[in-house]
């Protein structure tokens, strides 16, 4: 029996699954109580009960890497904690490490734990999103100053964290759409084996003319497909960094050659930025996000002398 459309599944590889470790340490938390110059911090609900149990507070503490005015912000540690004893003034805690510096700017870690005073000890690490994809570890947390009057406390952190990477043999690219009118001819990938992205050629003009790109497949060789569609535009080529990943393809459709849709404008959207429009933005429009922990891996389509219609492939996120 053939398996359902909705299912895919890839058999095993004789590679070892492989853990990547991640360690962090000199890097300082950064508590400013409500009242506070520039708090960040605030609480929801206060039941105004002893030991502040029951008290909920929305947390966006900012993680540096030192204590100096010179500082970088690398990090901020979005989420809530809560009051959880009649006795001890325990609190729950949960939120994510959010990074912002350029080198995991898109990724986080998934924290989850407790804290009393005195403010040590450790909280768990039970998964995360971009580079830290099936996380696991601890965060350990000390205390090391107060500042403002006691206003802003300083917790110093150590991350250790290791994160299970799959061989990209293991990715089967799942197919997304298509968008656009029903012209033109099929066109698709003759390596549907894609685990990384690299570039991206649009031919635009009054329509989107045609659309190239290049990929590196599961035995780390690279491919180029297309140009798929006409010529007339200007020809303009997106190359994706080493940790840069295509989220996001939108764009429009209309009926520019007669009685027939094709695709009239497209803007791709990275984790880095947002390239486009290319083409004029007319007609109906159509956007497709990839799933989370996934980016565009590839392009499927149908052309003629333009793109009439565009499809993608999405798979694991796998930088270079």
Request: charge should be neutral.
């Amino acid at each position: 029996m053939a398996d359902p459309s909705y299912f895919q599944s890839a058999p095993l590889s004789h590679e070892p699954l492989r853990h990547k470790e991640f360690l962090f340490h000199g890097l300082y938390m950064q508590q400013r109580l409500e009242g506070s110059p520039s708090q960040n911090m605030n609480t929801t609900v206060n039941p105004n009960l002893p030991l502040q149990f029951g008290n909920i507070v929305a947390n966006d503490w900012t993680i540096y890497d030192g204590l100096g005015t010179g500082a970088k912000l690398v990090a901020r540690a979005q989420g809530s904690h809560m009051g959880t004893s009649e006795t001890e003034g325990t609190w729950f805690i949960c939120f994510n490490i959010v990074f912002v510096d350029e080198r995991f700017k898109g990724s986080s870690l998934k924290v989850l734990g407790h804290f009393e005073d005195p403010a040590h000890g450790e909280w768990a690490i039970l998964g995360g999103t971009g580079e830290f994809v099936n996380a696991q570890g601890v965060v350990s947390f000390k205390k090391v100053m107060e500042m403002d009057n006691g206003k802003t406390t300083v917790t110093e952190l150590e991350i250790r964290a290791a994160c299970l990477n799959f061989s990209p043999s293991l990715s089967v690219p799942v197919k997304m759409g298509p968008w656009g009118g029903k012209g033109g001819f099929a066109q698709d990938m003759i390596v549907k084996k894609s685990v990384r992205l690299e570039s991206v050629t649009i031919n635009s003009g009054s329509l989107v003319y045609s659309l190239a790109f290049s990929y590196v497949d599961n035995q780390g060789k690279r491919h180029t497909e297309g140009p798929w569609g006409g010529t007339g535009g200007k020809i303009q080529t997106i190359e994706l960094g080493p940790t840069e990943f295509l989220k996001e393809v939108s764009g429009t459709i209309d009926t520019v050659v007669p009685a027939q849709l094709t695709i009239s404008s497209l803007v791709l959207v990275t984790n880095v930025r947002t390239y486009g429009p290319f083409g004029p933005v007319r007609g109906q429009r159509f956007n497709l996000t990839v799933p989370e922990n996934t980016c565009v891996v590839g392009f499927y389509a149908k052309s003629g002398g333009a793109l009439d219609s565009i499809g993608v492939y999405s798979g694991p996120i796998q930088n270079s």
